[in-house]
C-alpha cells in the first residue's frame, strides 16, 4: 500500500489515526472524500429498510417506498465503485422485511403484484439485481444461518433464521484467498482409494463406518466403478488464451468461423465455443478436435506442450489444505456491549476479510455502526475506513478501534 494513499484519508477523515480513519455523515457524500482506486475490500451492513429509526436525518432505511431505498444502496455502492481497486470486492448483508400498510388503489389494497400486505418483499435480491444492472458482478450468495434465529408469534409461516451476504465484485478477476478459509476434509483420501482400487461397490457397509462415511460423500460417484485410467491436460491453458491464438491462425488463413466447423465436420455452435475470447463462453477443444485445429489453422508447436494429454486414475484427491467451505456459514448472534441494535457478528466479519483483504490492505465500512468490521481488519493485519451518519457511533468505534489497534500500527 502507497503511504501517500493512506495519508490522503487520513487529511479527510473527521478521525484519522494509524490503524484506521472514521468519517461521520452520510456515505454518498463521506465517499466522495476517498481518494479513487484506494479500497482493498468492503464488509458492509447497510440499515435495513424500514425496521429502524437511529434519529439521524437524512438516513438510510426510512424510505417511504422499497424502491427508493434499493436506489438509495445503489447509490452508495456507485460511489464504492469508485474507491474500490479493480481487484476489489465487497460483502453486502442486508436483511428482508414483510410488506404491511403498503397502501391501496381506488380505496382497496392491491390485489396484483408484489406490493401487497404479508408479502415478502424480497429486499437483499432487488438491491443484489439492482447491482447487476449497475455493472457489478454478484458472485455469491453465502447464507448466514443464525442458529438463535428470534422466534416469531405468527402461525401462518415459518420463522426466520438466516439472512443472506452476497459478494459482490468490481470485476470478473478479483483478489480471493480461497486458502484462508479452507476446511478439514471431511472424506479421508485413504477410504476413497482403497474402496476404488478393491471395487468395493456393493454398498454392503454394515459396521464399515468408514466405508458408509465415504458412501455418503458426493465424491464417490466418480470412482465408484473402481479406478479407472483417464486423460487430463494438467497444465492446458485458459481457453480464451487458446481461442486469441487460434483466432489469429484462422484470420491469417482467410478462414472462418464456419469453414473451420465444415473442415472438422462438427455443428457450427459448438466450433465457435473453441474460437470464443469471453470467459464465459469459451471452450478448451478436446484432444483430438485439437488435434484437427492444428492441421486445419496449420498452427504452430507453441501449444503443444501445454496441451499434452497424461493418462492418471481417476481417484479424487483432497486439496492439501483442505475443502471449499461453501456457501452456509451457521453463526449465532452474539452479546453486544457497544449500544448498537444491530451489530453484525464479528466471526462473519472476520471470515469474509480473511478471503477478501489483501495483506496489509484496506477495508471500507460505509454503514460502520460500532466498528466490527474494522476491529477484524485490524486484527488481521489490515487497515480500516469507517463511515457512519451518527456522531455517537464514530465515538464508539474509535474508542473500540484504539484499544485494538495493532502494536505496528501504534509504533509508526
Known amino acids: 500500500m502507497a503511504p501517500s494513499i ?41 440499515p435495513y429498510w424500514a425496521v429502524r429509526d437511529y434519529g439521524v436525518e437524512g438516513q438510510i432505511g426510512l424510505e417511504s417506498d422499497l424502491d427508493g431505498y434499493v436506489r438509495s444502496i445503489v447509490e452508495v455502492f456507485d460511489e464504492m465503485h469508485r474507491v474500490l481497486k479493480d481487484s476489489g470486492s465487497v460483502w453486502l448483508n442486508i436483511g428482508d422485511k414483510y410488506l404491511s400498510g403498503v397502501g391501496t388503489v381506488n380505496g382497496l389494497p392491491p390485489r396484483r403484484g408484489w406490493k401487497r400486505n404479508k408479502q415478502l418483499a424480497l429486499v437483499p435480491f432487488r438491491v443484489a439485481i439492482a447491482l447487476e444492472e449497475r455493472g457489478w458482478w454478484v458472485r455469491n450468495t453465502v447464507v448466514w444461518h443464525k442458529p438463535n434465529g428470534m422466534p416469531i408469534s405468527a402461525t401462518d409461516r415459518l420463522a426466520n433464521h438466516w439472512e443472506p451476504v452476497f459478494l459482490v465484485t468490481k470485476a470478473e478477476r478479483y483478489f480471493f484467498d480461497l486458502d484462508a478459509i479452507r476446511e478439514p476434509h471431511k472424506t479421508d483420501d485413504g477410504v476413497e482409494r482403497r474402496r476404488a482400487e478393491n471395487g468395493e461397490n456393493r454398498g454392503f457397509t454394515k459396521g464399515e463406518d468408514h466405508l458408509r462415511k465415504w458412501l455418503n460423500s458426493p465424491r464417490h460417484r466418480a470412482n465408484i466403478d473402481g479406478l479407472k485410467e483417464i486423460e487430463r491436460r494438467p497444465n492446458a491453458p485458459e481457453a480464451v488464451e487458446l481461442a486469441a491464438y487460434m483466432k489469429a491462425a484462422m484470420k491469417r488463413k482467410g478462414m472462418s468461423i464456419q469453414d473451420v466447423a465444415d473442415a472438422l465436420g462438427q455443428p457450427f455452435e459448438r466450433t465457435r465455443h473453441y474460437l470464443r475470447t469471453d470467459r464465459i463462453g469459451s471452450r478448451l477443444p478436446p484432444h483430438e478436435t485439437w488435434l484437427e485445429l492444428k492441421s486445419i489453422l496449420d498452427l504452430d508447436s507453441s501449444y503443444d506442450e501445454a496441451m499434452t494429454v497424461e493418462v492418471g486414475d481417476n481417484a479424487f484427491r483432497n486439496h492439501p489444505k483442505g475443502r471449499n467451505p461453501g456457501d452456509v456459514r451457521s453463526i449465532g448472534i452474539g452479546p453486544n456491549e457497544t449500544g448498537h441494535l444491530a451489530t453484525m457478528p464479528y466471526r462473519l466479519a472476520e471470515w469474509c476479510l480473511k478471503a477478501t483483504l489483501p495483506s496489509g490492505g484496506i477495508c471500507l465500512d460505509p454503514f460502520m455502526g460500532s466498528g466490527t468490521t474494522g476491529a477484524a481488519a485490524l486484527a488481521l493485519g489490515g487497515r480500516f475506513v469507517g463511515i457512519d451518519i451518527a456522531e455517537d457511533y464514530i465515538e464508539v468505534a474509535n474508542a473500540r478501534l484504539s484499544d485494538a489497534c495493532p502494536e505496528s500500527f501504534a509504533a509508526e
Open 6 to 46: 493512506w495519508s490522503q484519508i487520513g487529511k479527510q477523515a473527521t478521525v484519522p489515526a494509524r490503524s484506521h480513519a472514521l468519517f461521520q455523515g452520510d456515505a454518498r457524500s463521506a465517499l466522495k472524500l476517498l481518494p479513487k482506486a484506494s479500497i482493498d475490500t468492503c464488509v458492509t451492513s447497510p
